[in-house]
């Protein structure tokens, strides 16, 4: 072999050493970079939560999620948009959202009783029709019909004036049980314009953004201008504590929902059968500290953070459920004992984190202003609830509508605790009460949280593997 060929191969060899070192230098960083030490404005550590849910929360959660009670979620799709026209829904089948028959709904469920966890609404309909003639008839047994439909409306206004979320009415005809195990929340292809507008109506309009801020928050946001993603975020320091609570959370959920979508993505469709599973590309544009210019693994921060917020509303609101009245009622007394048993076992782990967020450190300061900036929050959320019937595509309004009315349970608990404090024994409580719809929100809205950690977890190894698997093709290569 000559020597300007021994040169050559010599100097390839140097070039694919040094290239070997870049790629797995770029994917080592993807793995790392994600999301390491402790979550601001907090004193929680990320290893300790992956830990903790890991071998506490996850596999707890899972089975509760199977369970009859917490399967079935009654939702109106078809809502309008309260806030523009839409264009129309999702033609894609995988958008199509299956209610439940009728004859497959528990009957405990299906009865209809907005409180079917409570021994006492389970008893007799005769109770029921005793509770409706006590508000209505004894006291205002005069009343016309215009001005009783009005005393139950300022009794729904009362009941409101602590929901962070826009309930739906669950009487309304329009309004379906769905099976969620059945319908599974992947990706759909829902993206482009429709898409587009929801997100940039709840990051622009709702999140407290300064107005020195220019570029979008929207992630979405077509042009997001040259600005390095990390240095970005420094106007998020000069915010005060709840309305960075507020942009964190918004951000923890849309981080939350990318990872559901990216770890059961369509990949293949082969003679009319689907295959799902995770997808590596999708995880890396929405995530890599490279292609994110620094914001992926503050995405992935904020899940953490969010999580941490709805597992302290877990804590929180045990008593409300280790009370005897409370049943989880679907008709199946075995099965409902142990779901009860389950949740309380849940609620045991909850408790017993040692590092929980303390809420107590919002709307600390002065009452007036503490007041009227809660209030803004909370109308903020509920306005976000809102914004979850113009999504376009079935599915993702489902479970668009379940995590966000979760959260907006979480919130409402959080910032009850002195009602949940005085809740009595053997009797419903007027100044806290939580719907069966609120209930099984808030433990499926947490078990998807629980699931996209774990997932984060199963990419962390995937991109692991392929770290390795690029070595080792790369050496091969070049022996």
Not at 208 to 231: C, H, Q
Not at 306 to 334: C, H, Q
Request: a positive charge; glycine letters at 6%.
């Amino acid at each position: 072999m000559s020597q300007g060929v021994r040169r050559a191969g010599a100097g390839q060899g140097a070039a694919a050493a040094v290239q070997l070192l870049v790629t797995l230098s770029f994917l080592r960083s993807v793995v790392e970079a994600q999301v390491t030490g402790v979550l601001d404005d907090c004193l929680c550590d990320i290893d300790s939560i992956d830990n903790f849910n890991t071998y506490k929360i996850f596999p707890k959660i899972k089975k509760l999620q199977e369970r009859d009670y917490f399967r079935y979620y009654k939702v109106n799709l078809k809502r309008p948009c309260p806030f523009w026209a839409e264009d129309g829904h999702c033609s894609i089948k995988d958008c199509h959202v299956e209610p439940c028959p009728e004859s497959k709904i528990p009957v405990g469920i299906k009865a209809g009783h907005s409180n079917k966890y409570l021994k006492m609404a389970n008893n007799t309909k005769e109770l029921e029709d005793c509770e409706q003639a006590n508000k209505l008839g004894a006291i205002n047994s005069t009343l016309s019909n215009q001005s009783k439909e009005a005393f139950i409306d300022w009794a729904r206004y009362d009941d409101s004036r602590d929901h962070f979320c826009e309930l739906d009415d669950e009487r309304s005809p329009a309004a379906q049980y769905v099976d969620l195990l059945l319908n599974p929340e992947r990706y759909t292809g829902y993206k482009g314009t429709s898409a587009w507008r929801v997100w940039n109506s709840i990051y622009e309009e709702n999140c407290f953004k300064p107005r020195s801020v220019y570029r979008p928050l929207n992630p979405l946001a077509p042009s997001r201008g040259e600005d390095d993603g990390e240095s970005f975020y420094t106007w998020l320091e000069g915010l005060c504590l709840e309305k960075r609570v507020f942009y964190k959370l918004i951000s923890g959920l849309h981080a939350s929902i990318n990872l559901h979508l990216c770890t059961n993505y369509l990949l293949e469709e082969t003679w009319g059968k689907p295959s799902w599973g995770p997808n590596i590309k999708e995880f890396k544009r929405r995530f890599d500290p490279v292609e994110t210019k620094g914001e992926g693994p503050r995405r992935l921060k904020n899940l953490y953070f969010l999580y941490l917020i709805e597992l302290r509303a877990l804590s929180k609101v045990a008593p409300y459920f280790e009370r005897s009245i409370v049943d989880l009622y679907t008709g199946n007394a075995e099965e409902d004992a142990d779901t009860k048993t389950l949740l309380l076992n849940i609620f045991q782990d909850t408790k017993s984190f040692p590092m929980h967020f303390d809420e107590k450190s919002m709307f600390a300061g002065d009452k007036k202003g503490a007041k009227s900036l809660k209030e803004e929050f909370r109308l903020h959320f509920k306005n976000i609830s809102r914004i979850m019937d113009c999504v376009g595509c079935d599915k993702c309004r489902l479970w668009g509508k379940l995590q966000t009315q979760g959260l907006g349970t979480a919130l409402k608990i959080l910032f009850s605790e002195k009602e949940i404090q005085k809740l009595p024994e053997n009797s419903p409580s007027k100044g806290f009460q939580l719907t069966r719809q609120e209930i099984v929100a808030l433990l499926n809205a947490f078990g998807r949280l629980s699931t996209s950690i774990r997932d984060l977890q199963n990419f962390k190894v995937l991109l692991q593997h392929r770290v390795y698997q690029c070595g080792t093709q790369n050496r091969s290569d070049h022996q």
